[in-house]
């Protein structure tokens, strides 16, 4: 039991009156209210009663509507897909000593580490609206070899191009709805960095296209890949630290 605040008599009606949402929340958690007199003397204290069963606590869910948190787990799991084929290309081809990319699995690690963190921020606020996150099979990749280059940057441009479509989608839900914070959490939080993802990758494939086979063309992009963003990120999150 947690006594909250001590109050006269003729008083606890009155406040009562006046804290009608506080009330409604405490018994959407699963708790009750009651009045406790003191053993020292006649004041009588507000209390809070913990549930008497595990299972009688009801879940607050903020103004949280149902088909939302519905669309906001299933993007957990495009995130998380993606995140799973980056981390193929990273460490199942390019990290291979008969391909020998570096430039290109450190950009993939990249890629794979953000991906992770976008899904962990949807899993972060769908529990800050009071939701309930649900986790859904993730399956690997058809094909893991991914035969060349070009292959996985156009796979990986096919996947950015969908998970910002799941993002549009989610997005037209939450506004659907009304709910504006939703609907602000992934606009000013994920479609802008989703549409230069799909406009570098982009860029990358028309460049990588021009490669073709060739040795030092292909060694030549790969150190600009790393040169010019792992390198440069890695200095700005050094810079950062300092």
């Known amino acids: 039991m947690l006594r909250i605040l001590n109050i006269r008599k003729p008083y606890y009606k009155l406040l009562k009156s006046h804290n009608h949402e506080f009330y409604s929340l405490i018994r959407q958690l699963g708790y009750s209210l009651t009045r406790k007199k003191s053993k020292n003397n006649n004041q009588t204290g507000m209390c809070i009663d913990k549930p008497t069963k595990c299972s009688s606590g009801k879940r607050v869910n903020f103004f949280f509507h149902k088909e939302t ?10 995130e998380l897909m993606a995140f799973y084929y980056y981390l193929s290309m990273a460490a199942a081809y390019f990290g291979r000593v008969d391909v020998a990319l570096p430039g290109c699995e450190s950009f993939f690690m990249q890629m794979h580490h953000e991906e992770h963190e976008h899904a ?123």
Request: proline share 2%; with cysteine; charged share 25%.
């Open 69 to 78: 948190e519905a669309a906001m787990n299933e993007q957990i799991s495009v």
């Open 120 to 242: 962990l921020r949807f899993f972060n606020y769908i529990k800050m609206r009071g939701g309930k996150v649900h986790l859904y099979d993730i399956s690997p990749p058809n094909d893991q070899d991914w035969k060349c280059p070009l292959h996985a940057f156009k796979t990986a441009l096919q996947l950015e191009i969908e998970v910002g479509q799941k993002l549009v989608a989610v997005n037209a839900i939450a506004e659907k709805h009304g709910d504006l914070n939703a609907s602000d959490f992934i606009i000013t939080g994920f479609m802008e960095n989703q549409m230069k993802s799909v406009n570098e990758f982009a860029r990358l494939t028309t460049i990588l296209s021009g490669v073709g086979d060739q040795a030092l063309a292909r060694f030549l992009f790969d150190k600009d890949l790393l040169d010019n963003y792992v390198m440069s990120d890695f200095n700005v999150l050094k810079n950062k630290s300092q």
